[in-house]
């Protein structure tokens, strides 16, 4: 993981500062708040590769049942002698 670090100057609401000083130590917050938007970076991008995998597969479905039922003979063949 890259260690270099930027400055910024952001604005959150007054109740969400409170919260955050709470649940963090002092001289913590860069962190908590560092850990935080990259816990959210991870949920979005992990969203928008299964909305990708969903319409692949949507893409798909039609053709894998098409190849599905070219084999079922081949599938069910031989399992009457079990």
Same mark, same amino acid.
């Given at each position: 993981?890259?260690?270099?670090?930027?400055? &910024?100057?952001i604005t959150?609401?007054? *109740? #969400?500062?409170? $919260?955050?000083?709470?649940?963090?130590?002092?001289?913590?917050?860069?962190?908590?708040?560092?850990?935080?938007?990259?816990?959210?970076?991870?949920? &979005?991008?992990?969203?928008?590769?299964? *909305? #990708?995998?969903? $319409?692949?597969?949507?893409?798909?479905?039609?053709?894998?049942?098409?190849?599905?039922?070219?084999?079922?003979?081949?599938?069910?063949?031989?399992?009457?002698?079990?």
């Open positions: 993981m890259n260690t270099e670090k930027v400055r &910024l100057n959150l609401p007054v *109740a #969400l500062v409170r $919260e955050l000083t709470e649940m963090t130590e002092p001289r913590k917050r860069s962190q908590f708040i560092a850990d935080s938007v990259a816990f959210r970076i991870k949920q &979005l991008k992990d969203e928008k590769r299964d *909305a #990708l995998l969903a $319409e692949g597969y949507q893409a798909e479905k039609e053709e894998a049942i098409k190849i599905t039922k070219e084999f079922e003979g081949l599938d069910i063949h031989g399992w009457d002698d079990y």
